[in-house]
């Protein structure tokens, strides 16, 4: 490959994903580096003073700053936006600063947004707490329902914000008709994907506007940094996201942008292997439990809507317990291989009590009308062998009353 081969999208827009997510947006230097090179700078210095004044007011391309640009980052950006099938792509610090950044720039006092009812605690509370501090309106709504999404808009609606599959309680929304609706009322559509990424779910291909990640999960997935982005297109990115990312500073570190695209080289071949253990193990674990939220599992009522929309399960699914947060609690700690942790998409198999960690600040009544119970478990499958971790899952569901 050529230097700046993969920076070219004429070229690069016709390889397959697969492809894309080794060399999509690789720039080599002079030194002809294999690896993408870690530039480790905060500033830049320029030739002659003409060079930088044109670089400030848009009239040549080039480096200014790294909270601006920075080449790493920018990789992983170009690249992040070849496998979206995006136009442009901007990274965040983490998962939530790209939430963040998706809303507050495109919304203002007066305005309202739809968003779902059931999704990550934090991003609940960007519309529980924050933009209503800032004068905007949020009407929450159960995601599953097409027609409540019809009826909650206002003259002032600016936003639909939603997650599929939920976190934790794995509710799908139908992306084709929610975006459809949204397009159709000049509402943006903003979708969290990091359950999925782009090799297993493309939103954008549903009529989304905005896809927003935290890219701590599955596209670095091996629990080492936290990263963010979002990904639309270039109007959007440009003229809405990047004048809030100058101004605010929620840049992501090269060196996390250098970890993230060493991460996105085995996306395929992980969120792959993943999606086909996290099958297995369900299947060993509906047959425990009173109830699991696996969408490759017939049982889900939503089953042939997350066949349609996605590609693979992905290795995330939750299930029930009827003794509460008690047995819940004697589970997680009867495991021996599975870790007790709150991440997700990570190449390690995880597991967690979302009541007490990751929704905890909803309050129980938050919860409730989430559909987060206190027999609730998540679990994160990883590259382990399946095999393993059923035993692991048999031997705690047996210690914690589950035969």
């Known amino acids: 490959m050529k230097r700046t081969t993969g920076q070219d999208?004429?070229?690069?827009?016709?390889w397959r994903p697969a492809t894309q997510a080794v060399r999509g947006g690789t720039w080599r230097s002079e030194q002809g580096e294999t690896s993408e090179a870690l530039f480790l700078t905060s500033g830049y210095s320029y030739d002659d003073a003409a060079t930088v004044a044109a670089r400030f007011a848009g009239e040549e391309q080039g480096m200014t700053y790294s909270r601006l640009q920075n080449p790493t980052v920018q990789m992983l950006e170009d690249r992040i936006a070849l496998l979206e099938?995006?136009?442009a792509c901007r990274v965040q610090a983490s998962?939530?600063?790209a939430m963040t950044a998706a809303l507050l720039c495109q919304l203002s006092a007066?305005?309202?947004m739809v968003t779902a009812r059931a999704a990550f605690g934090s991003c609940r509370w960007l519309g529980d707490h924050l933009l209503p501090r800032f004068g905007v309106e949020v009407t929450v709504v159960d995601a599953r329902d097409n027609a409540a999404w019809e009826a909650a808009i206002r003259p002032n609606t600016k936003v639909f914000f939603f997650e599929t599959p939920a976190n934790p309680t794995m509710d799908i929304a139908d992306l084709e008709y929610i975006c459809g609706l949204a397009r159709a009322h000049g509402i943006t559509s903003v979708i969290d994907n990091a359950f999925c990424t782009p090799v297993l779910q493309r939103p954008l291909e549903f009529g989304a506007d905005v896809i927003a990640y935290s890219a701590t999960k599955l596209m670095d997935g091996?629990?080492?940094?936290?990263a963010g982005a979002v990904c639309g297109s270039e109007?959007?990115?440009?003229d809405k996201l990047l004048p809030f990312q100058r101004n605010t500073g929620p840049n992501l570190s090269p060196f996390n942008a250098w970890v993230v695209l060493k991460g996105l080289e085995t996306l395929d071949l992980r969120a792959k292997r993943q999606s086909e253990n996290a099958l297995k193990v369900g299947r060993f674990v509906e047959s425990r439990v009173p109830r699991i939220l696996h969408p490759w599992l017939p049982s889900h009522p939503q089953h042939a809507l997350a066949r349609k929309q996605m590609a693979d399960c992905g290795p995330i699914f939750s299930f029930v317990l009827d003794g509460g947060r008690e047995q819940a609690h004697a589970l997680l700690d009867a495991l021996e291989?599975?870790?007790i942790s709150n991440n997700i998409g990570d190449s390690r198999s995880l597991m967690c009590h979302p009541a007490s960690t990751t929704h905890h600040n909803m309050g129980p009544e938050g919860r409730e009308a989430m559909g987060i119970s206190e027999g609730m478990l998540r679990l994160n499958v990883g590259l382990e062998d399946p095999d393993d971790l059923i035993d692991d899952l048999d031997q705690a569901l047996t210690k914690a009353g589950l035969s």
Not at 222 to 226: H, P
Not at 235 to 238: D, K, L, T
């Open 9 to 14: 999208r004429s070229k690069t827009s016709k």
């Open 85 to 87: 099938g995006a136009e």
């Open 95 to 97: 998962g939530m600063a």
């Open 110 to 112: 007066g305005d309202h």
């Open 222 to 226: 091996q629990g080492r940094v936290l």
């Open 235 to 238: 109007e959007f990115i440009n």
């Open 337 to 339: 291989l599975i870790d």
